[in-house]
């Protein structure tokens, strides 16, 4: 008999894509872990640890983070994962160097990516959501400014004492534009990677969050080759 193994998938696409919005709603979906490189990073600050000093520089100013120390992070995450119940990356692998590391470190325990899904949303439109977005410091989960008033909300509807919000050091003007950067000099490249392995699925991004939704779960059903070329 074998053992039903749980989908891995990677969300892949630029900083304010929407990955981890839709991360969320696919974690209740689908039941499989949501493994984010940067709030792996960020728990690492807040706890004040060697790791997240040695990325504090890097993310403050929007560069990677080494992959010496990126990593090795990410696999150990990974590897606590039980096979059956999967996981979706989130801002990894944001290198081709990441993308051979994940590769070689899946298959050496008989594991492999079923699906990339890359959210696609232009550079004008990363740069409006990012320099709007606010985050729940406990859950993670993203927020933008009220639209009328320019406030952000004051506590996080998914947290009971209602999580506190804040802004990301990393979503000022000057980092975000270069984290929009290094995505295409760096990022981009991981996509010929996996179209060459036949696992990318293009999604349109723009739309509403429950719009972009329905499109990630047609790219999960297989033939969104077709649907999104
Ligand atoms: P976003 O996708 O909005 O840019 P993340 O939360 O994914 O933000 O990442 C924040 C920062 O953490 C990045 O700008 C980078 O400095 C660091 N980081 C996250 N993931 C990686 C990675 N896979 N490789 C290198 N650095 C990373
Ligand atoms: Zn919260």
């Known amino acids: 008999m074998t053992m039903p193994t749980g989908l891995k998938l990677v969300l892949f696409g630029p900083p304010g894509a929407g990955k981890g919005t839709q991360a969320q709603l696919l974690k209740e979906r689908l039941g499989v872990e949501h493994v984010s490189s940067g709030d792996l990073f960020r728990h690492h600050l807040s706890n004040g640890t060697e790791l997240g000093e040695l990325a504090r520089g890097y993310m403050n100013r929007g560069a990677l983070v080494p992959d010496a120390i990126t990593i090795g992070m990410v696999i150990d995450r990974i590897g606590q994962i039980a096979d059956a119940d999967g996981f979706m990356l989130d801002g990894f692998p944001r290198n081709t160097g990441q993308a051979q590391a994940l590769e070689s470190a899946l298959h050496e325990r008989g594991q492999q990516i079923d699906r990339v899904i890359h ?111």
Request: with cysteine.
């Open 119 to 229: 959210i696609r949303v232009a550079d004008d439109e990363l740069i409006r959501r990012l320099s709007n977005r606010y985050i729940c410091r406990v859950c993670q989960r993203p927020y933008t400014r009220d639209a009328a008033t320019g406030a952000p909300p004051e506590g996080c509807a998914d947290c009971p004492d209602g999580g506190d919000i804040y802004q990301r050091d990393d979503d000022t003007s000057e980092a975000v534009a270069n984290r929009i950067a290094v995505y295409h000099q760096e990022t981009a490249p991981v996509l010929d990677f996996y179209a060459a392995r036949g696992l990318l699925a293009n999604v349109p991004g723009e739309g509403a969050v429950a719009t972009v939704n329905e499109s990630v779960l047609r790219a999960l059903e297989g033939n969104a080759d077709e649907v999104f070329p």
